[in-house]
């Protein structure tokens, strides 16, 4: 008699172990590792984080410090995560800015977010989530540090954070040139872990790199070489860079020169008090302390481009404490039917007939 044997299907799903999570990093498809920006809104947006080894320039609005909040969100999550965090800015005292950071949230006060609707939690890609290892990774608070905190601007960051955190505070304002401070920047990350299994993922934040109070504010060129080389020394020493810069200051060749050096690119808009006309086109214009424009997301390892499903969002302040993004809602016409749109449908010139044809 022929022996029984064991027949296996063609097609078979691999059951592979997930790669194990690293404290303030996330992984991604096609190998990418994400590193939270501090804001979960922008996190979702930019389909995960800020991948890592990457250069992120935030273009300023002269008018507003709406910039700022980007930079302490980042800066704090980095602190939470105890990742190594280098911040440059043209003020002569630096590290006074640290004072500034928000605190996160306490497991009492996180209740759940209001803009998060029941559409968004029941989509049917929790499957392809569940699968790809994405499930669940982005917020757990049983004890394990979550991927993304959320951060109440009114508290300052606790003391304890701070202690045997590896941070440095360097002032733009007496450096001459970038070569030395690119140097900085090289050996502190050189700090960090490298290896695949240990990566923590330094942290650079840069505020106003262009600004009128540093001595190579002029030197353009030096400031785009300065650039080029850190976009190397973040790739290889696994650091993600926040560059804020003041597009108004600067020349359009040199604004325009910035922008395609820029991994993920993002600019911030104030928003007038008093604007009728945009009142009357918004929905919850009142409660809008700027806007949030995304004109380019970061792609390792892929050729396919990101689509956004909108690429303006509006910033505002939940409960005024916790930074929030919204996709920007047109207000209907007149109060009327919620629609944003004439009621009439049909496509006709200016003079009425009774045929109803339509007449282009």
């Given amino acids: 008699m022929a022996s029984n044997k064991t027949r296996t299907a063609s097609f078979s799903r691999n059951f592979s172990s997930p790669a194990p999570q690293i404290p303030g990093l996330k992984h991604g498809p096609n190998g990418t590792t994400f590193l939270s920006s501090g804001i979960p809104d922008l996190d979702k ?169 540093c001595e190579f504010s002029n030197n353009e060129w030096e400031m785009l070489s300065f650039v080029r080389s850190l976009k190397s020394v973040l790739r290889l020493l696994n650091g993600v860079a926040v560059l804020t810069f003041p597009p108004s200051l600067v020349s359009e060749t040199f604004s325009k020169r910035m922008q395609h050096l820029a991994d993920t690119l993002v600019s911030v808009k104030a928003i007038p008090d008093e604007d009728k006309e945009l009142a009357k086109l918004l929905t919850g214009y009142q409660d809008m302390v700027g806007l949030l424009n995304v004109h380019k997301v970061a792609r390792n390892n892929t050729q396919v481009p990101a689509i956004l499903e909108a690429t303006t969002f509006s910033m505002k302040l939940q409960k005024r404490r916790s930074l929030v993004l919204e996709c920007l809602n047109q207000a209907p016409v007149d109060g009327s039917s919620g629609t944003s749109y004439g009621s009439s449908g049909t496509c006709s010139s200016g003079s009425s007939k009774a045929g109803g044809t339509l007449d282009f």
């Avoid at 709406?66 to 105890?82: A, K």
């Avoid at 990742?83 to 605190?103: C, E, H, M, V, W």
């Fill in 45 to 213: 947006i930019l389909g995960g984080g800020f991948v890592l080894g990457s250069l992120v320039m935030v273009m300023e609005d002269p008018e507003a410090p709406h910039h700022m909040l980007l930079l302490r969100n980042f800066m704090s999550q980095g602190l939470v995560h105890h990742q190594p965090l280098i911040y440059a800015s043209p003020a002569k005292d630096p590290r006074g800015f640290l004072g500034t950071l928000p605190n996160p949230v306490g497991p009492k006060e996180d209740k759940s977010r209001v803009h998060e609707t029941e559409q968004e939690k029941l989509r049917i890609a929790w499957q392809y989530k569940k699968y790809s290892g994405e499930y669940n990774s982005e917020s757990r608070r049983d004890g394990k540090s979550e991927f993304c905190s959320d951060f109440d601007l009114r508290k300052p960051l606790e003391r304890h954070f701070f202690s045997g955190q590896l941070i440095d505070c360097v002032t733009l304002n007496d450096s001459a040139d970038l070569a030395s401070f690119h140097q900085r920047c090289s050996a502190f990350l050189s700090q960090t872990p490298r290896t695949n299994e240990n990566m923590t993922g330094g942290r650079i934040a840069i505020q106003s790199l262009c600004s009128p109070q």
